[in-house]
């Protein structure tokens, strides 16, 4: 006869082994087969393009496209300058999640653009 925590052990075992099974086969919702097109380097990378699809997104009609598109444009920081006077347009947008998704990006690219345009000191000359 097999003891009671003897028994116990070998459950987990067993249970923790089939979900070891599940979570490595089953299909996932965004295989990485995806991101393939991505990193495609016969492309040429045209910015311009992409921050005018990012823009079409905070304009358009989803709340969530628009913060998301909006926190992205932030993060370029001083490559989404040529969008900032667009974005300002937009600062008083219908939804305030989305107005603050706004505002955050407009204040990160002009943080970018500030940190750009500070003259670089000129390093001390050592003294011995």
Do not use: W
Not at 2 to 20: E, K, M, T
Not at 65 to 73: C, D, E, M, P, V
Not at 91 to 108: G, R
């Amino acid at each position: 006869m097999v003891s009671p925590v003897r028994a116990f052990v070998i459950a987990v075992i067993v249970l923790a082994a089939g979900l070891l099974i599940y979570v490595m086969t089953r299909p996932t919702k965004r295989p990485l087969m995806d991101c393939y097109p991505l990193l495609r380097t016969d492309q040429k990378f045209n910015i311009q393009d992409k921050l005018n699809h990012l823009m079409t997104f905070v304009q358009g009609d989803s709340v969530n496209k628009a913060i998301r598109s909006a926190t992205t444009l932030g993060g370029m920081g001083i490559h989404g300058a040529p969008v900032l006077d667009e974005l300002k347009a937009l600062s008083n947008h219908p939804d305030e999640e989305v107005q603050a998704a706004i505002q955050l990006a407009i204040e990160k690219i002009e943080t970018a653009i500030k940190a750009n345009r500070q003259p670089v000191k000129a390093p001390r000359p050592e003294t011995d």
